[in-house]
């Protein structure tokens, strides 16, 4: 049975999503702004995120309000390419005026144990979070939220072992604190993620299922099918 509380949003180009996806992003933060003068957004990591963050970096938007985290982050080194912090840090931070003491890496670096440590202080002194971005796996996961792992949900950040794709070691915002978003977007792109997506709309329950809204979850999409 489909979750009334998930709204799905299908695209038939990827420019039609990147835009629809851009727009919501901006609304959200003028919304969050004017009623409490600070927009926190949970960042995503991937490809469709990286192309949908240039297209924000171009809007007029109150950037000095913005605070900036991160779902999750792969234990690497922060120049590592495949830190999320890097693509965030080249496509979008270098090119707004978002002051640094509201951008809040996951320091990864540490490792999982210490850096999940850190970032749970961290996020202690954030309230709910205005807005949520996270992406979806082919195998259900989000953020490093993976199928078969024991949920932790010991602290508002935790480490992250075993996972089934590289690199083993990460560290991921807990389900419990990312279920304090006033806001959630799923980013679906490719048919990669068919059955995940089947397994969401009939009830099948996977990591992404884990992640809701008082105010309800949006899902945009394309290359699936929505039957």
């Known amino acids: 049975m489909q979750d009334k509380n998930t709204r799905w949003k299908h695209y038939d180009s990827i420019d039609g ?4 996806v851009c727009d919501a992003i901006a ?9 409490r003068g600070r927009f926190s957004i949970v960042l995503a990591g991937g490809n469709t ?3 949908i963050y240039r297209l924000l970096r171009e809007r007029n938007m109150d950037w000095s309000k913005w605070h900036v985290y991160h779902g999750d982050e792969r234990c690497l080194s922060p120049d590592h390419e495949d830190r999320n912090s890097l693509m965030v840090q080249q496509v979008l931070l270098d090119h ?5 003491s509201q951008i809040h890496h996951i320091p990864a670096e540490l490792g999982p144990q210490l850096g999940a440590g850190a970032y749970a202080q961290t996020l202690q002194a954030c309230a709910d979070f205005d807005l949520l971005l996270l992406g979806l ?15 932790d949900n010991s602290a508002d950040a935790v480490p992250v072992f075993n996972s089934p794709k590289p690199p083993a070691e990460r560290i991921s915002i807990s389900q419990h604190r990312l279920n304090r978003s006033l806001e959630v977007i799923f980013i679906v792109t490719g048919a990669g993620k068919q059955q995940a997506v089947n ?11 884990l992640i809701r809204s008082a105010n309800g979850v949006d899902v945009y999409a394309y290359e699936v099918d929505l039957y």
């Open 96 to 100: 707004v005026l978002i002051p640094a």
């Open 49 to 51: 995120p990286r192309a």
């Open 199 to 209: 397994d969401w709309r009939s009830g099948v329950a996977i990591p992404a299922t």
């Open 17 to 20: 999503l990147r835009h629809a």
């Open 137 to 151: 796996g082919e195998d259900g996961h989000t953020a490093s939220l993976f199928p078969g792992h024991a949920l």
């Open 27 to 35: 609304l959200s933060a003028q919304r969050a702004i004017a009623q």
